[in-house]
C-alpha cells in the first residue's frame, strides 16, 4: 500500500469566462508552483512512481475536462477526483467568477 507523504492546495479563478477547466488548472498550478519538491528521489524512487491524487472543487464538477489537465504533470501516477466545492462569485453583469480549490497528494510504496 502507498504511503501519502505530502499534501498541496491551491486555488484558481476564471474571472469572465465561466471557464472551470481553466479555474482548476490555475488552481494546480497555484499547488505546485510554490514548490519544488524531490520526493521520489528521497526514498531513491523513480518521479513515474508517484501516485498523485488531485482532488478539484468546484461548482459544476462536469464543466472540467481532466483530459486537458492532465499535461500539467510531466510524471507520476495521476487519479483525478471533481467534487462539487469552490464558489461561483455573483457578478453585477450576472456572470461569476469562479473559484477552484484543488487539494493534491502524492504518495510512494514504501519497502517494509
Do not use: C
Not at 20 to 37: F, G, V
Not at 70 to 84: H, M
Not at 88 to 110: F, H, K, M, Q, Y
Amino acid at each position: 500500500m502507498a504511503t501519502r507523504l505530502l499534501t498541496e492546495f491551491g486555488m484558481g479563478t476564471s474571472l469572465r469566462r465561466q471557464d472551470y477547466t481553466q479555474a482548476a488548472r490555475r488552481a494546480l498550478q497555484d499547488a505546485l508552483w510554490h514548490n519544488s519538491i524531490n520526493l521520489a528521489e528521497l526514498y531513491g524512487k523513480e518521479k513515474e512512481d508517484m501516485q498523485i491524487t488531485v482532488e478539484i472543487g468546484v461548482q459544476q464538477p462536469d464543466a472540467v475536462d481532466i483530459e486537458a489537465l492532465r499535461d500539467i504533470f510531466p510524471y507520476g501516477q495521476l487519479t483525478f477526483s471533481v467534487v462539487e466545492g469552490g464558489l461561483d462569485v455573483p457578478r453585477p453583469d450576472g456572470l461569476p467568477t469562479v473559484i477552484a480549490n484543488v487539494a493534491l497528494s502524492v504518495a510512494l510504496e514504501l519497502d517494509a
